[in-house]
């Protein structure tokens, strides 16, 4: 199993551009999540999924659209990209949303917002 | 205020040492409690978890929690350079549809040889 993957690695936009962070599991989990991680704020969930076609918004969604088409995929848009957002971008996958304790993490996107 | 305070470091020490990191809490809904390791440029990874008050030790690590106080810690003997990490507490309860995790900001450890 590749476990959880994520794409790109790194990512350079301007502000109001747009982009989608690509996130992968092949674990057949039902629960996918996006965090950011900022220095000195730990890891802040932004959207999150129970299953195929349900999304729900975390701490810190504004600014940020997920779909869930597929047990899969969990990709993550930034409609208009700024400054604050620049962070550390992770996708993570739990068996169910009742085990969502140990959850599995992709290696990260690093975003810089110029 | 946080939901979930922790020192962010960093903590440095010798080889060998006992190393003790901690976290303390203000939600009492929180219910599980969790240690994640950090590695540099890696995705955070599970490394203990427990359910309840008292300790719970897997080889050189102990986990221990105090609910009356709302304490967490984590406890490694014997401290090794493959130690040096950023820890992350996590502690979980239910919010909209699933029970979600609330991380610390983490406390950076290097372990000297």
């Known amino acids: 199993n590749a476990g959880v993957t994520q794409t790109p690695k790194f990512q350079v936009l301007k502000t109001g551009q747009s982009m989608t962070l690509q996130c992968a599991q092949d674990m057949n989990h039902e629960y996918m999540s996006w965090y950011r991680q900022d220095p000195g704020m730990g890891l802040r969930l932004i959207h999150y999924?129970?299953?195929?076609?349900?999304?729900d918004q975390g701490e810190v969604p504004n600014g940020y659209n997920v779909s869930r088409s597929t047990t899969e995929d969990f990709p993550l848009r930034l409609l208009s990209a700024a400054p604050s957002q620049t962070s550390v971008y992770f996708c993570?996958?739990?068996?169910?949303?009742?085990?969502?304790?140990?959850?599995?993490f992709g290696p990260g996107t690093r975003l810089t917002v110029l | 205020q946080k939901e979930v305070e922790q020192d962010p470091g960093p903590l440095s020490v010798p080889e060998g040492a006992i190393v003790s990191l901690n976290c303390t809490y203000s939600?009492?809904?929180?219910?599980?409690f969790m240690w994640y390791r950090q590695y540099s440029r890696k995705g955070p990874e599970l490394l203990m978890y427990?359910?309840?008050?008292g300790n719970k030790e897997d080889g050189r690590f102990t986990a221990q929690v105090d609910k009356s106080s709302k304490y967490i810690s984590l406890f490694i003997r014997d401290s090794q350079p493959s130690d040096s990490a950023t820890y992350l507490c996590a502690m979980t309860h239910l919010s909209g549809s699933a029970r979600q995790l609330t991380f610390g900001s983490g406390t950076q450890l290097t372990v000297l040889p």
């Open positions: 939600n009492s809904a929180f219910q599980y």
């Open positions: 993570a996958s739990s068996y169910s949303r009742e085990s969502t304790d140990t959850q599995y």
């Open positions: 999924s129970v299953g195929a076609g349900i999304t």
């Open positions: 427990t359910y309840s008050s």
